[in-house]
T-cell receptor, first 112, second 114 residues
């Protein structure tokens, strides 16, 4: 029962351009969505989140969009930088939801 | 600021051997998790705990056992290691009471079973 899907295993983008990472979920009970970033040989770290009462949340170069009717969220990085090269995981959650599940991840490579 | 600490960082086991991975957090978090990361599979939840003395199965619990005797520690045990358990293991903790339920991760344990 894969509740969270990131259908693009990898994405290559040139420095300065926009990176768009997508995530689909199936459980309509999710009401809080988090994105994590992971560098090689390190643990994942929290990047940005969005509550289901919003459809957009922005933090500097990072913006997350939520489409609840489509059960879809996306992470936009503008402008992309080489230091953004990492694996990105989406992780839906909700109040009282004890399990914390992650998507399969998208490996982003930003080339100079 | 130690956060989440995993011990050991690397280990090589022979098939059939046993070992315990230790996770310690100093943030007074109620929830703790064990994940494994494999190529193309993302982070898969093995077991989790919502408080001292409680544990529950995640997505891939077979071959693993856990214990949460103290709030700050979450142990992951492999009773009889198999090559299929070669992976990178991550521990995480979170506080469900806050508005932001982000999880904090350890640096990972790279386990190879030969």
């Amino acid at each position: 029962d894969q509740q969270v899907k990131q259908n693009s295993p990898s994405l290559s983008v040139q420095e300065g351009r926009i990176s768009i990472l997508n995530c689909d979920y199936t459980n309509s009970m999710f009401d809080y969505f988090l994105w994590y970033k992971k560098y090689p040989a390190e643990g994942p770290t929290f990047l940005i989140s969005i509550s289901s009462i919003k459809d957009k949340n922005e933090d500097g170069r990072f913006t997350v969009f939520l489409n609840k009717s489509a059960k879809h969220l996306s992470l936009h990085i503008v402008p992309s930088q080489p230091g953004d090269s990492a694996v990105y995981f989406c992780a839906p959650s909700n109040t009282g939801f004890q399990k914390l599940v992650f998507g399969t991840g998208t490996r982003l490579l930003v080339s100079p | 600021n130690a956060g989440v600490t995993q011990t050991p960082k690397f280990r090589v086991l022979k098939t059939g051997q046993s070992m315990t991975l230790l996770c310690a957090q100093d943030m007074n978090h109620e929830y703790m998790y064990w994940y494994r990361q494999d190529p193309g599979m993302g982070l898969r939840l093995i077991h989790y705990s919502v408080g001292e003395g409680t544990t529950a199965k995640g997505e891939v619990p077979d071959g693993y056992n856990v214990s949460r005797l103290k709030k700050q520690n979450f142990l992951l045990g492999l009773e009889s290691a198999a090559p299929s358990q070669t992976s990178v293991y991550f521990c995480a903790s979170s506080d469900p009471r806050g508005l932001n339920t982000e999880a904090f991760f350890g640096q990972g344990t790279r386990l190879t079973v030969v």
